[in-house]
């Protein structure tokens, strides 16, 4: 139990945080990034080396210029041969112009013949959270929880933890559900261990497999299809936002529809209509279901693509059935599916 108690505080910086401001000459803050293939890096295991941080969108204009002629990736190859540590990092959150997951990133590399070291994501989009890991208490209420295979118990065990070990520093309510999944994720690989053992059920015989699977490796999903701003009609557009988790607390007890309407009514950040703007947090609920209960089903299909296609924890495994020796092909989906 001491050893657990002992452990000093875990500071994870996911960037750099915007008020370090560096002397020259002093050393520079240290952070912790995963790598397009899941490889963890700290800044400061690249001591004594000269790094450059490069920030990488490839939807945005000036990036595109300089690979589109090719410079960008000639000054990678000059310097990496000299000994240079170059780190490109995305920075762009879920759903942002720009995010990549890991294979994505892989793939710009390749197509744009790119050459830096490492390219580093950083999903969580510029917050910088410290944490420290579990204690042994915290690790008991997470078991516990699990035991139950309740996904509510789950879910508030997770957002007991992740307040203690944030020192209160995140409102888990105020986070959309990805995010708060994936800052357990990270935050459990740091306390217990990256790998966990997931029993799922065959395809086929529908028995239990245990499947070995590596939390870094679990990035939110981004769709290519995924928008913000959605036309309805010529002079109507709504903006979406994601909901939180606060949004999502009663849903689980409502039916099929009530869950698919309740999701929009919380995703409807804007309504431009013309020239004027309606902001969802001012109006009444009743008002924005109101407004989508007279959408026509096209309207509500394109609408609802924004919850369909909005980023999610998945991962996909293969698994040859102990039982029946089917090869399983599936994916999981959401938090409570990798330690059930
Ligand atoms: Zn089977």
Redesign the pocket.
């Known amino acids: 139990m001491g050893r657990y108690l002992l452990l000093p505080v875990l500071a994870i910086g996911w960037t750099l945080p915007a008020s370090a401001a560096v002397e020259p000459g002093e050393a520079a803050p240290e952070f912790t990034l995963n790598d397009s293939k899941g490889t963890s890096h700290k800044l400061s295991d690249f001591r004594g080396k000269l790094v450059v941080l490069e920030w990488l969108n490839h939807e945005c204009p000036f990036v595109k210029k300089h690979y589109s002629g090719g410079d960008m990736q000639r000054l990678q190859k000059e310097y990496t041969a000299k000994g240079v540590v170059w780190l490109s990092i995305i920075s762009s959150a879920p759903g942002k112009q720009g995010h990549r997951t890991g294979p994505q990133a892989e793939a710009d590399t390749k197509d744009k013949d790119a050459a830096p070291t490492a390219v580093l994501l950083d999903p969580a989009g510029g917050k910088k959270i410290e944490y420290r890991p579990f204690v042994v208490k915290e690790e008991k209420i997470l078991l516990m929880a699990a035991e139950s295979k309740d996904e509510k118990t789950i879910n508030s065990a997770i957002r007991e933890v992740i307040s203690a070990c944030t020192n209160g520093a995140v409102d888990v309510f105020k986070l959309p559900l990805v995010d708060m999944e994936y800052l357990f994720l990270q935050l459990r690989s740091h306390s217990v261990g990256e790998t966990v053992k997931p029993n799922v059920k065959?395809s086929?015989?529908e028995?239990p497999n245990e499947v070995e699977i590596n939390l870094k490796e679990i990035q939110p999903t981004s769709d290519p299809d995924h928008k913000k701003v959605i036309p309805l009609v010529a002079d109507i557009s709504v903006v979406m936002k994601y909901p939180t988790v606060d949004d999502l607390k009663d849903i689980d007890s409502q039916s099929d529809i009530d869950k698919a309407l309740t999701l929009l009514v919380k995703s409807i950040d804007k309504v431009y209509q013309g020239e004027k703007i309606f902001n969802a947090s001012e109006m009444d609920p009743k008002e924005v279901r109101g407004f989508i209960e007279e959408m026509t089903q096209e309207q509500f299909k394109k609408l609802f693509s924004f919850v369909e296609t909005m980023p999610k924890l998945e991962k996909k495994i293969q698994f040859k059935?102990k039982?029946?020796g089917?090869e399983n092909d599936s994916t999981l989906r959401g938090i409570t599916s990798f330690f059930s």
Request: aromatic share 0%; glycine share 0%.
């Open positions: 065959c086929k015989c028995l059935c039982h029946c089917h």
